[in-house]
């Protein structure tokens, strides 16, 4: 029988029991099992741990702020770092997704490296790895290895960790109960997968800082919408690409030659297959008001109404 309170004790004592006076550095994504495992390592170690969050510019809008305010107070010493012109000098003029992929990584391993470096020595690296995860490595190549996806991996001798992964044998409904016990706010526990590379795959093609900027409020318009529908929680993930297709509307008296924005939403119990969330009529209508009225550079809303098979989640 599941004990939360329980668990999160045995947990606290195995990192102790690991780390004993050694300093942790942990990567901070802004995700729920991360930010977890930021606030538990808060309580086993204290002051010996450094969290990084890598704001890559690739991120929602607030997010780092967000992360900020739910783990500071919670005594998590937390440092944030401002790599947007690094990502975006690095990713300028590259429109293939697996190349987006490969930058991004490489950037992060970079960044990550130079933090580590800065506020080191540590003794070791926490991750936080889930059940899944590690029975997904031990499987090997899969549908889910389609697409590159990055993790912190590779990095040099001089940064050999030891690894400290707390959360090895638990699934992620267990890895969001402790985290309501920790205090993790809902908005962050709650929240739906978002992928290492962000906004970067979800602007189709080159990515410029205007276009990024054009993304983000369009994605905010429709998760805070499915947020205050009471839509949000039904939906396994949702998010919203930035087409590069421009094409002729009318607004007022004008003629406007802009951007098509398409949103997504989807069911999946694994992410492996998915299915298209039949989202109200009325409530894309509102959406699609909403943001052709707010970001003026979008003149044509789209709702992607294809599976997985045949088509992936993301867009790229
Ligand atoms: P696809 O698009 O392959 O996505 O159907 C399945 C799930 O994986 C996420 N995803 C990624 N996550 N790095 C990540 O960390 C990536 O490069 C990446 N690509 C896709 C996607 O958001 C969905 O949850």
């Not at 992928?195 to 900027?213: N, W, Y």
């Not at 999946?268 to 943001?291: C, G, H, K, V």
Request: glycine residues 10%; contains cysteine.
């Amino acid at each position: 029988d599941w004990n939360a309170e329980h668990i999160i004790d045995e947990l606290i004592e195995g990192v102790r029991a690991q780390v004993g006076d050694g300093r942790v550095l942990l990567a901070i994504s802004g995700g729920v099992d991360s930010s977890t495992l930021g606030l538990l390592l808060a309580r086993a170690v204290g002051e010996k741990l450094t969290a990084v969050f890598i704001d890559h510019g690739l991120l929602r809008l607030g997010e780092r702020e967000q992360v900020e305010a739910a783990l500071r107070p919670l005594g998590v010493n937390l440092v944030t770092v401002d790599a947007r012109e690094q990502f975006l000098g690095a990713l300028a003029g590259v429109s293939d997704p697996e190349q987006k992929r490969k930058i991004i990584g490489r950037e992060f391993i970079r960044a990550f490296e130079r933090e580590a470096r800065e506020y080191g020595p540590f003794d070791f690296l926490a991750q936080g790895t889930l059940y899944p995860d590690v029975i997904e490595s031990a499987g090997g190549e899969g549908a889910a290895n389609i697409k590159s996806h990055h993790n912190v991996g590779g990095l040099p001798d001089d940064l050999a960790f030891k690894l400290v992964e707390p959360f090895r044998t638990l699934f992620k409904d267990e890895v969001r109960e402790i985290a309501r016990l920790l205090g993790l706010p809902d908005h962050i526990r709650m929240r739906h997968p978002f992928p290492g590379p962000g906004l970067a795959i979800r602007v189709l093609g080159e990515i410029t800082p205007e276009k990024l900027d054009i993304l983000k409020r369009v994605d905010d318009i429709f998760i805070s919408g499915l947020r205050e529908f009471g839509l949000y929680d039904g939906c396994s993930q949702a998010l919203a690409v930035l087409t590069p297709i421009q094409s002729v509307g009318v607004m007022g008296d004008e003629r406007t030659y802009s951007y098509t924005a398409a949103l997504r939403a989807v069911t999946t119990d694994d992410f492996m297959t998915a299915e298209w969330a039949r989202l109200p009529y009325d409530f894309l209508a509102t959406m699609s008001n909403r943001i052709v009225n707010q970001v003026h550079e979008i003149n044509r809303v789209v709702y992607d109404i294809t599976g997985k098979p045949p088509a992936t989640i993301e867009w790229e």
